[in-house]
């Protein structure tokens, strides 16, 4: 074993022209800097591939539902033909139509008309509950500065 492999092996110093100088603080600093800012980019890549997918995916969807929606409004439609269809057996056609159509307009004023009051319940859009609730709170913090 030579003097330079004893040296090397016992750990004491190295040749200069084999020393590796050691990054300083600042430098390991800037490094860990730069390799966070790379991961959020990169997370945030990621995010938005994510959520280009997912949005994809919501569309085709949402357009899946809505051609559902008119293909159930043909099968009532069909389902109302079918109804005049078999009152025409023992009414006229036009009684058996108009019949249909009394009782569609029926229900639908009866839904309108639930519908409306629903809606006047909800109006005004104020949140009641969560107004009265901070006037609650500011009247006792007004009272406990005054004490």
Not at 55 to 84: C, D, P
């Amino acid at each position: 074993m030579t003097e330079r492999t004893q040296h090397r092996a016992a750990g004491a110093w190295a040749w200069p022209e084999e020393r590796q100088e050691e990054p300083g603080v600042g430098e390991l600093i800037q490094r860990a800097t730069d390799q966070v800012s790379d991961l959020v980019r990169a997370e945030i890549r990621l995010a938005a591939l994510e959520m280009k997918d997912k949005g994809k995916r919501a569309g085709i969807g949402a357009g899946m539902v809505g051609g559902a929606g008119v293909l159930a409004g043909y099968g009532i439609a069909a389902l109302l033909v079918a109804a005049i269809a078999a009152l025409d057996l023992v009414l006229p056609l036009w009684a058996a139509a108009l019949i249909v159509a009394a009782v569609l307009l029926a229900v639908a004023a009866v839904v309108g008309m639930r519908g409306r009051k629903q809606v006047a319940e909800a109006a005004p859009p104020v949140p009641d509950r969560a107004v009265a609730s901070t006037r609650e709170d500011i009247n006792e913090i007004k009272e406990r500065a005054h004490r």
